[in-house]
């Protein structure tokens, strides 16, 4: 089965978020999927295999678990077919028959995802110890990702939070994660952010493009402007542009790729 490593929301090797993306030749079933996901052991495997045209499905593996939505392995699996056919458009359908449109745009790669709101709730006391917060601006939760959202005052507070991670599991069930994010102390970014979920994944995801889904949303209304940019503080770090649309979020980010070969089944 073909399979390509490929850096996620970077222009750089080593860095932004490395996903898997493999075009098997056959049906594979899920348990079948989840047994390479987890021996490849990236946050994200996608499995990509064409329906018709430019229009592929697509379906997503952490380690532990399937994933109905992944922004850095949408964003891998796009770079590998336009990589290898001539198309400059893509649609993406992943398994709970959302359509993901993708184009190309000059060297990067622009994606369209739904938007989806989020509403106020009451974080654990466990939680916010575990992460090492004190003190927060906002405490949020997003029903479709199952994604607790925590807004605090600082950027460098943010980058210097360092998780006790068996307490944090253990201070929630029934999520896939928690974001914590913080306006941007840098003029090139307007918000920053951290994604954790050794919930449903690994203890910190590098780069996070899914939960644009919600988290453009949030900055577009709080700093009234549409268009954003985006920073995730983890150790290796990755960057992205955001837009607000009607109904969707667009998401421009670029993608190298580091590895070329075949998986044996």
Not at 55 to 62: E, K, L, Q, V
Not at 106 to 117: A, E, G, L, R, T
Not at 157 to 186: M, Q, R, W, Y
């Amino acid at each position: 089965m073909k399979t390509y490593f490929v850096d996620s929301f970077t222009n750089q090797k080593y860095k932004g978020n490395p996903a898997a993306v493999c075009l098997p030749e056959r049906d594979l079933d899920a348990a079948e999927m989840q047994s390479i996901a987890t021996e490849i052991g990236f946050s994200e495997t996608a499995f990509i295999k064409p329906i018709t045209g430019n229009t592929y499905s697509i379906r997503f593996f952490s380690p532990k678990t399937e994933i109905p939505l992944c922004g850095h392995a949408t964003l891998a699996s796009s770079k590998i077919v336009f990589s290898t056919t001539s198309l400059d458009s893509i649609t993406f359908i992943n398994y709970d028959n959302v359509e993901l449109a993708i184009e190309k745009e000059d060297q990067k790669i622009k994606m369209f995802f739904p938007v989806y709101d989020t509403e106020e709730t009451a974080v654990p006391q466990k939680m916010l110890v575990a992460l090492g917060i004190s003190e927060t601006v906002s405490q949020r939760y997003s029903p479709n990702n199952k994604i607790i959202f925590i807004e605090i005052e600082s950027a460098r507070e943010l980058a210097d939070l360092k998780p006790d991670f068996t307490a944090l599991v253990n201070s929630h069930s029934g999520i896939s994660g928690v974001l914590v994010t913080a306006v941007s102390d840098h003029t090139d970014f307007d918000f920053h952010y951290r994604y954790f979920w050794p919930w449903a994944g690994t203890n910190e995801d590098p780069v996070t493009g899914g939960v644009q889904t919600f988290l453009t949303k949030y900055w577009a209304l709080k700093l009234n402007k549409t268009k954003l940019n985006a920073y995730q503080s983890s150790l290796r770090t990755g960057t992205m542009s955001t837009e607000l649309l009607q109904d969707k979020v667009a998401i421009l980010g670029e993608a190298v790729i580091v590895l070329e070969g075949e998986f044996i089944l």
